[in-house]
């Protein structure tokens, strides 16, 4: 009886986590005169891809597709390349009156940095570089609060492989870097798993950064071009409701895959605080 | 690669030399760039003048802002703990179908906010949203139930909104600091008699302390600066029903082309977080 | 694989950035009907003239912001932008000179919100100005005239609207951009005004306050709710016949006879605003086309606006559902055979008012719409309201000093 129970209240808790996306995929789904019947259809609407095509064809949100590929990956490329030796160093050597300590909460507090607080200067200073309106001024500054996750994470996996490792195949002649590379790194790879689908969920997710720094098309990310569609006079919602669904699949596939050391590398971090 | 180390040569005596600063020091001098300058111009753009910060003291609308965000903060991040450790406990005390409740349940928080926010706007629009539609169904007059367009449940609507995105992301870090926690001490509590309530308060509580602070803190600090959503689903209206610090900010800066003055604003805001996140992390270390 | 993961996106980017410079024009317009026309305008122009047409669609709200940031910060980024003229004053600055005047057939009240400091810095595109919306059908039944006044409005709203069990008026008032733009007509026709000669406030003055009281007198005749409306919801209760009248804009007129969209085909009338006080008089919403001083390509995108503002293409637009700025387009015969509402609209934009040339126009028109929303949710008294407004704009205006 208890455990009946328990299951039903936590359908209930999945039904309600997942009804508002199953309404936005009808949507996506549904003939414009279908869209807002009276009562609402949950299932049996004629179906029809022409949302799509619109959204993709019409619209600009195939561009806005690949440039959020590409953004995503470039700056999750560029905050493992630099944040994965910083855990590493804080992880591996002693400092001097426990310095490890505060530059990684040093490093780990950038992170609170309200994104407001920083762009009037991040958008003068990319427009000095005339890197405004590009997808790698968007990716310098991605990379920039993705780096502390990446170090806070990845210190945590460092943390929990032995010393003696590296050191026994330093002794057999390996450099720190190849040991590094060739013992260590092997040993976190699900860690680095989980670090890189945090960092692409994030990129992807993006909105405020990307909805300043970017003027044209050719550097819009998906989440701004569906926003510039909802506040529009006339609101398309199959279209933009398509645009959703597409922008949201990557993301679930990714963390669904990952999803095991998602949780993993966020109690490592949360256990050693 | 980093050049500085391959070199090196390894000895035992490794471990006095300072090396480990080089290691960080692409990742400081990044965040130097990205991070630490931008705050310092923000900081002395905002100084500039420091008419700045006695409009502050005076502007009705900031005011409004700031309390309407310490009240989203408050109720969303309360409301977020509680249904997010209730939820961890109940799906850790499942038998079957764990990993498919806890796939289920994490959907919310990987939705880009802004398609969350579109979902949303689907359902509260008064006229033809499936929400006043299903509760016309079940025979409810809702001609007043105005959600995101209404005065007085404008706020409401928004934090129900976070809340349904985001208690997936304390029930993750929840769930994985009740798998963290040794089987042993509620074995022995058990043995002594102990019942689940006080099992739970004497025993899984005090060794969830660190996660359930870290997840608050996380929370806290994004909730502070939430923008998307609101964006989205309301721009702050009705009126200013629903004005946060960030939008106003956003406004300032960009609508009315006052960057001094946001500015100003976003030191207040960072200073509040900074003070905010410090009182925190010193709970957490001394736990 | 994670070398190639890795090379394949900066071997992409390098090819983009390699791409030869080619000619070619930026043009950011608002979306909806007046940006659709100018960007099929600007890709008929490109392929005639061998240019890529760039085109940035942006709703209202983000198309200021865009073009505003990119003005003062001199990117470059837009050749061509789209202005509603209540931002002209503040965008001027970021603004090139026409290279020579436009020419007389444009009408006056258009061109007038174009100069700045002695130069004409923009060239009317869309010659929008609001117009009194009402059902002729219904106000014949009941043996009563054309509103000529506010207190016409009313007093038809009362009796028709109740008699036909439908709104009598219908208004948006959602804070911001709409509550002002509804009101400015009223606060006008009672001798109101937003800032005096010497450009201090006087939203608080009795003329504005009875104007206010007035405007929630009208409010019982509207739908509940209407304190959230914008001008979907307001048209879309013209449309469905559920409400009597209405403030709108032209481009709406062509929705109202439109059989598939519309139960009212042929059933309203499109008139000058009413009086009260003072002669009625309509609020000015000409969009402008302009080239921003840091554009490239500054020769090419002057081409093209005048090219875009000719007689020619005004007809074109026209036949888009744009609103001409030309006096010989609004008279031209074969477009006044199509558009029964063209000599209306002619008259009301000749009249029409624009919003206070004030640099500070956004911020004061949000704090003005915020309390203005406030007393017709019937969350402040009318008067409360105007008080605390004033105070506040005069505040804005203390600051830019």
Redesign the interface.
Known sequence: MKTALRYIAASIALLAALAPVYWLITISLKREVDQFAYPPQWIGFAATLEHYRDAFSNASFGTYFGNSVLLAALSTLAALAAGVPAAYGLSRFEWARSWDLKIGDWILSTRMLPPIVTIVPLFLMLRQAHLLNSLIGLAIVYTGFNLPFVVWMMRGFFDEVPREVEEAAMLDGETRGGALLRIVLPLVKPGLAATAVFCLVVAWNEFLFALILTQTDSAMTLPVGIASRVTQYEIKWGAMSAAGVVAMLPVLVFASAAQKYLVRGLSLGAVKG | ??TR????K?RHS???????????L???V??I???????I??VR?AFGDL?NFT?LI?D??FGIATVQTIVLTAVALAAEFVLGLA?AL??D???RAKSI????????M??????????????YN???G?LN??L??LGVNT??L?WT???NSALLSVIVVDI?EWT?FLF??L???L??IPPDPIEAARIDGAGPWRLFRDVTLPLLK??IL??LLLRA?DL??I??QI??LT?G????ATETV?LY???T?????N?GY??AM??V??AA??LF?RGL?RV??AR | MLRLAFLAPVVWLLCSCNRAPEKSLTIAVNAGVEGTALKTAAKEWGAAHGVKIEVVELPYANLFEKEQLDLSSRTGAYDVIMIDDPWFPRMADGLAALPHEPDADFIASCVAVTRAGGKTLALPYVGNSQLFFYRKDLFAKYKMDAPKTWDDVLAGAKKIGESEKMYGYVMRAAAGNAVVADFMPLLWAFGGDVLDASQKPVVDSPAAIDALRFMLQLGKYSPPGYAGFNADEVSAHLLQSTALMSINWPAWIAAMDDPAKSKVVDKIDFIPMPGERAPGVGELGTWLIAVPAASKHSADAFDFLFWSTDAPQQKQAALRGNPPTRRSVFQSPDLVGKFRAFPAQLAALESARPRPRTKLWNEIENTFGIYLSKANAGAMDPAAALHAASEEIAQILQRAR
């Not at chain 2, 760039?33 to 705050?39: G, V």
């Not at chain 2, 990987?110 to 359902?123: E, G, H, K, T």
């Not at chain 2, 800066?253 to 082309?257: G, L, N």
């Open positions: 690669m980093n180390v391959t070199s090196e390894p490794w471990r006095r030399l300072p090396q480990g600063f080089w290691w960080t692409p990742s400081i990044v965040l760039a990205l991070s630490i300058y931008p705050m111009y923000s753009l008419g409009r005076s009705r609308t939820l109940l799906v005390s499942l038998s409740f806890r796939a289920g349940l994490l959907v919310p990987l939705l880009p906010p802004v398609v969350a926010a579109v979902a949303w706007r689907l359902i008064p006229q033809f499936v539609g299903t016309r169904q001609s007043a105005t367009n209404g005065h349904w997936p993750l870090l769930s994985a600091g798998q963290a660190p996660t870290l997840a600090m502070v600066r923008f998307d964006f989205i721009q209206g009705p009126g200013t960030s900010i956003y406004r800066a960009f609508r009315f082309s960057f946001a500015a976003s030191f805001l960072l977080t900074m996140s992390m957490m270390r």
